[in-house]
Structures are given as structure tokens and as C-alpha cells.
């Protein structure tokens, strides 16, 4: 009799041991993140754009220098600079992309247009002029940029004469 006791309490106990794990898993997963195996697969917008999306310019002499002209015909530089260094639009001449400078990124800039100012070109520039743009603008401070900037020196500023002290006041 006093076995079956024992037997009976040691199953008790065993179940208790069982149910306090339990609940500690339960503590954990409401507590945690859990931990949910996910696999990585192709990320849309990924690093290879589809070929459809690819530009037929690239590296084109002839569309580089119509990409400049038409950055000036359709007011472009209005908002990003004559040289594309900036104004109201951020600049395109520097490392700073913010929605991407890979050629397909840069055509969906201008053709679907950015939520912070920039309108939607797509509706009114054929796409193969768009294009024409993506390539201008890849060209920027490359040797191939049609039209670059003057150099300060090549202006006639002398480094230094805005902040000079006029010799009248030394
Ligand atoms: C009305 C002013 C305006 C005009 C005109 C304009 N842009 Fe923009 N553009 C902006 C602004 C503002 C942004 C930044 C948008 C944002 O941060 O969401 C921008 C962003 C961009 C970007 C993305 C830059 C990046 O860092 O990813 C590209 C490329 C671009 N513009 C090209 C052009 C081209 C090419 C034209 C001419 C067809 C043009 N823009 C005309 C205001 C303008």
C-alpha cells in the first residue's frame, strides 16, 4: 500500500515537473519574438534588373549628349541644379541616392516620380528619352559628362579674395 503511495506521488510530481515546463515555454514565446525559421528567397527589386528594364543607352555617346539637352528642356535643372548639383532637388552629382542609382532605380525616379517633390515624368516623356536622362545623369563626374561644370580656377575666382580682408582696412 505504502508503495503504490510513493508510486502515486512520484507520478504527481513527474506531472507538476512536466507542467512547470510548459509553462515555461509559454513564458518564453509570449515574451520573445518567435522564432520562426524564414527562408530568403529573391527579393523583389532585387540585385539583377530584369533585362526588359535595362537601359539601351548605356554607355551610348550620342544619347549622353541628348540626356543633357533634354535635362535642360524639360526644366530638370530648375530643381536639381544646372549641373545637376542640387537646388530644391537634391543633388545628382553626388554619392547620395536616395531612392537607388542603378539604372532601372533612376528611370523609376523619373518616370513614377518620389514622394518628397518630385513629379511623375512618366506620362509626359517618352521612355526612350527617359532613358536618355538615366544615362546624362550616369554620367555625372565621369570623364564621359557632356558639358561638366567649370572648374572654380576656370571662372576667374581666385580661392581665398571673398573673405580677404581690402587692403584700405589693414
Ligand atoms: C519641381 C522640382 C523638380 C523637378 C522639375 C524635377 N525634380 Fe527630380 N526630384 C525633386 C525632388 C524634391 C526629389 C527628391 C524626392 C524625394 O526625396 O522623395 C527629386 C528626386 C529625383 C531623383 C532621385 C534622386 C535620388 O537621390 O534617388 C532623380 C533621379 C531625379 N529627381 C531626376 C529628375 C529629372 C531627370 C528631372 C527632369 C525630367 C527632374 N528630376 C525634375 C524635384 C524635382
Redesign the pocket.
Known sequence: MKTLFYLLALSGLILALAACNRDNGVAVASGATPPIPTTVGPVPGGATPPAAHANPFSGNEVALTEGRKL?NW???S???GGHAGGG???S?RDE?????NRDDQ?FD??AQG??????A?GPK?PEQQIWK?VTY?KSLRTPQEPDPPLMPEQEGIVKGSINSVPEAQK
Open positions: 535635362f524639360y526644366n530638370c530648375g530643381c536639381h530644391m532637388g537634391p545628382l547620395i541616392w536616395l531612392y537607388g533612376i525616379s523619373i518620389r514622394a518628397h517633390g518630385m513629379p515624368w516623356i536622362l545623369i
